[in-house]
């Protein structure tokens, strides 16, 4: 059973930093996707960034490009999120996800049903 759960969210002034965390269990496939996404008050969910652990790869949305950057412990089985020049347009709830067969190229696909989710962390960016 995959079981991911998400910390580090929080309410942070517009211009400042957090790092969100995702310890992931149970996963016993190779090669697989992980990252996150988030969704905001009345809008649809969005892939944030995504790292492959069959080449380390990464996937950004634009929007975040140059301010978050994800990585990987393997030895604790855990993936960050370094969000930094936080903006209020940042503010979501922000969840772990992976999937048995996809890669990274699923993140910008909002039609496409990941596997496993944690239950999410709020941030809130705003003065």
């Known amino acids: 059973q995959v079981q991911l759960v998400e910390s580090g969210g929080g309410l942070v002034q517009p211009g400042g930093s957090l790092r969100l965390s995702c310890a992931a269990s149970?996963?016993?496939?190779?090669?697989?996707?992980i990252g996150w996404f988030r969704q905001a008050p009345g809008k649809e969910r969005e892939g944030v960034s995504c790292?492959?652990?069959?080449?380390?790869?990464?996937y950004y949305v634009d929007s975040v490009k140059g301010r978050f950057t994800i990585s990987k412990d393997n030895v604790k089985n855990t993936v960050y999120l370094q969000m930094n020049n936080l903006k209020p347009e940042d503010t979501a709830v922000y969840y772990c996800a992976t999937d048995t067969y996809a890669g990274c190229e699923v993140w910008s696909d909002p039609l496409y049903g990941m596997d496993y989710w944690g239950k999410g962390t709020l941030v809130t960016v705003s003065s």
């Open positions: 790292i492959s652990t069959s080449d380390n790869s990464t």
């Open positions: 149970g996963i016993t496939y190779d090669d697989y996707a």
